[in-house]
């Protein structure tokens, strides 16, 4: 009989995902109290690996003064863990810069200074840069799941970082926005309010989840590298919302595979010619796009024998000899033929996108 292998199985060393809450605040740090305490309250919890917060020089001396000095972020864990929530090796944060970075800007001299509040367009515009450049290295990492809170410091932050996460987040992502019950949301009230303890019998903390558009998702191939600075990235979305929004003027040559797209001349191959000459008829006499590319095979043939009838180009009776036989599988590669031929002319990604037909949209748009 085989004996058994006694030896120790190896680790799984798989990365596990890990939840970072990422919260702007002011000089109320209860936001980041609440929040944790609502996520960890969820059905099933939400329980944070570690905290990132953004916040001003003066929010920064809050959270040192009212969270550690205090013993309020022991408190808080001690509060989870005697209720049976599993807390050991999570909610990592202490007061390093790496859990909370402060706002910088460069001042007169182009030395970095940090804020102690958001006042000016430049603070602004520098508050922006600085929260795109936090939050990038967690919406590009996959193992990351983000949890942003909005809920604390100025109205430009919240909206700075509701911005951000547009531009840059994803579908994955949450934001989100704690709320509190009166009397204990007044920052006035004595003792303050951190979270739920047994003499604040009628707190309630509720979490309302801040509905977003993840942008980068829509055209990820019209927008290639994102931008670094959040000016530039905003910019770089209009310009390509505006492309899309327009689609191009195309002109077709009669004697040659050559056509105009916005007044610029692309010569094509063939077959992509006669693909694109089928599109923009289709297009023209305001047809429906073909929902698969299954129902596109038998028009298209058809339309290619009538283009390519009675005609002496040769490029015509080129591709008519070699789209006779045109299958469903053929017909996917010739698009992508079509598509790398556009790119290689060097036409703007976002033109064309309507140009080149799509799962689920088999047509093109243009004017």
Known sequence: MKAKDRRPKPADRRPRNETVLFAVTGMSPAIITETVWALAHESPATIPDRIIVVTTRAGRDAIQRELFDSGIWDRLRDALAAKKIAVTGKLRFGTTADDIRVFTRADAHNRSVELDDIRTPADNEAAADFLLDALRPFTENPDVRLVGSLAGGRKTMGALLYACLSLIGRETDRLTHVLVNEPFDDPRRQPKFYFPTPRDGAAKIELADVPFVPLRQLFPRELGRLPGRFTHLVQQYRKTVGQLAAPPRVQLADDQPIVRVD???????????????????LARRGEPPFLIYKHAVDPFKTFVADWARDRTEAHRRDAHEKLKGTTEDSLRKLCNTLGQALRKAGLPPATIAHLRPTRGHFGIRIR
């Open 263 to 281: 007044g610029v001349p692309v010569r094509l191959p063939a077959t992509a010619y006669a693909l694109l000459s089928f599109l923009v008829d």
